[in-house]
């Protein structure tokens, strides 16, 4: 299962670069700040993942290709040409911006769980579930804080409930179909999931100031 790990993690990397660059171009950052976002994006998952499972130094130092697909990625976002096209009509950015982000989502979680597994912890459903939502959930929070934004995590469209939901799905697929399989199905879950609570405005209940609600 290592070599479809990697591919997995490459594809999520660039996916998850693309949408951290897009972030640091909106908040009108420079190179460097649309490097560095896009890099924290794609691998801090990844990072905080590692550290939960103990492997450490993190792999995104003893395996550099990470950084390296994350960083070049952000670099092509920044070019004025690669600007232009995605930086027309906000409507579509902001789709596009769902579609890599829901399909960095489905893959960070799917690859977070899958080494846990290579780890020795495929029997315990809760630290996989744990390590899929940190992997998938982990790079955005920190995006979002360094980007000045609240956490997207916390506030938009079913966001970590669509990757629980998904990460429940892979464990309970495996019980009866291997790792691949289950990855596959988990994966387009938490991606069917985010798609349709984008198109639909689906949210969990937000606590609001009882008086402010009265007063309305």
């Not at 171009?25 to 550290?51: C, P, S």
């Not at 769980?113 to 579930?129: C, P, R, S, T």
Request: net charge positive; proline share 3%; aromatic share 10%.
């Amino acid at each position: 299962m290592g070599i479809v790990l990697t591919v997995i993690e490459i594809l999520g990397t660039v996916a998850f670069a693309i949408a951290g660059s897009l972030v640091a171009i909106e908040k009108k950052m420079d190179l460097f700040g649309v490097a560095i976002l896009g890099l924290v994006t794609a691998t801090g998952g990844g990072f905080l993942r590692d550290l939960i499972l103990g492997a450490i130094p993190p792999r995104m130092f003893t395996e550099p290709v990470y950084a390296i697909v994350a960083i070049g990625t952000s670099l092509i976002m920044f070019i004025p040409a690669v600007r232009r096209i995605h930086g027309g009509a906000k409507k579509v950015r902001d789709i596009f911006l769902l579609v890599v982000d829901s399909l960095g989502l489905g893959a960070y979680a799917m690859v977070g769980m899958g080494f846990a597994i290579e780890a020795g912890y495929g029997g315990n459903a809760f630290l996989l579930i744990f390590v899929g939502l940190v992997t998938a959930v982990g790079g955005g929070i920190m995006r979002d804080m360094m980007a000045g934004n609240r956490p997207y995590v916390f506030v938009k469209h079913f966001y970590a409930t669509a990757v629980l939901l998904g990460c429940v799905t892979f464990v309970l697929i495996r019980l009866f179909a291997d790792d691949i399989t289950a990855m596959i199905i988990g994966a387009a879950v938490i991606f069917v999931l985010r798609i349709l609570a984008a198109v639909f405005r689906w949210h969990l209940p937000v606590a609001h100031d009882p008086d402010e609600k009265a007063a309305k």
